[in-house]
């Protein structure tokens, strides 16, 4: 499996969601609405979910290995970093 494109869009206003994410996958499969989240601990992705009946949050999508969530994580943290940088200059 390799993620062929991210795409990052920013969030403008205040707040600790700072991006919304797309990934593609293998050029054949897309997963939309990963969040970019600044945490006390630094900046995290949080997976597509949804509001369950009880009232918490499941995500819909997700990697089974914590490596592949790690992996996945960095990938998308250092592309948003890029964009940062590149709309700052």
Not at 30 to 37: E, F, S, T
Not at 53 to 73: C, F, M, N, V, W
């Amino acid at each position: 499996m390799q993620v062929t494109d991210i795409r990052i869009r920013k969030i403008e206003k205040e707040g600790k969601m700072k991006a919304v994410v797309s990934i593609t996958i293998d050029d054949e499969f897309v997963v939309h609405d990963i969040k970019v989240i600044e945490g006390e601990k630094g900046m995290f992705i949080a997976m597509p979910s949804r509001k369950a009946t009880d009232g918490e949050y499941k995500d819909i999508a997700h990697p089974i290995k914590s490596s592949t969530r790690e992996q996945l994580q960095q990938m998308i943290l250092d592309r948003y970093e890029q964009e940062v940088a590149l709309g700052e200059g």
